[in-house]
């Protein structure tokens, strides 16, 4: 995970590109970065599954589809005991294939996150002389009262943070299991 200062200006790029939020007064917003080391395809067939988050996030215990995969698309998750939720109601706002972007937006639920909206991005990049991931997820949410919006962010990138390294462990985990070769072989 990169503070915000010491982005590349690949990074900054992506950010201005995709992750831009605009809050409101009583809203925080963040974002996190993760290098995974495994190919873009294998990190967006986990990522793209809006009907299978369990796929990765650890809080995540069951997860019921509503529809076809598409825009508009809502799911409901159980959230595993040890966090202040057991429910939570998400509608899929963008899936882009071609540009490996999925924006999801919390509509309700048993939980304190009111108005989340949350867009996770992929990149290709080459890590150590093999294919790998650069995943940026970025997101903004109402700050609870009785919260700061310190508190609410630190919470949130908490959260995040989790997903993230599940992510790259499941997604490192499966890249070995289908090593692929260096892009320059020695």
């Not at 993760?34 to 988050?53: M, N, T, Y």
């Not at 899929?92 to 996150?113: M, P, S, T, Y």
Request: charged share 25%.
């Amino acid at each position: 995970m990169n503070a915000i200062g010491g982005l590349s200006g690949v990074e900054k790029e992506y950010i201005k590109k995709h992750h831009s939020h605009d809050p409101a007064e009583n809203q925080c917003t963040s974002l996190l970065i993760k290098h995974i080391r495994a190919p873009l395809p294998l990190v967006w067939s986990l990522v793209r599954r809006f009907d299978q988050p369990e796929k990765y996030k650890p809080f995540v215990s069951r997860c019921i589809s509503q529809g076809n995969l598409e825009i508009g698309s809502l799911r409901e998750v159980d959230v595993r005991s040890g966090l202040p939720a057991t429910t939570s109601t998400e509608r899929l706002e963008l899936l882009n294939d071609e540009d490996h972007i999925l924006c999801v937006r919390i509509v309700g639920g048993d939980h304190r996150l009111r108005n989340y909206s949350s867009i996770i991005s992929l990149h290709p990049e080459v890590i150590d002389g093999r294919p790998g991931t650069l995943v940026i997820e970025s997101f903004v949410v109402d700050v609870p009262e009785g919260n700061t919006k310190d508190e609410t962010c630190y919470f949130v990138e908490a959260l995040i943070k989790c997903n993230l390294k599940s992510l790259a462990d499941v997604s490192e985990r499966l890249a070995v299991q289908d090593m692929t070769e260096p892009i320059n072989p020695m």
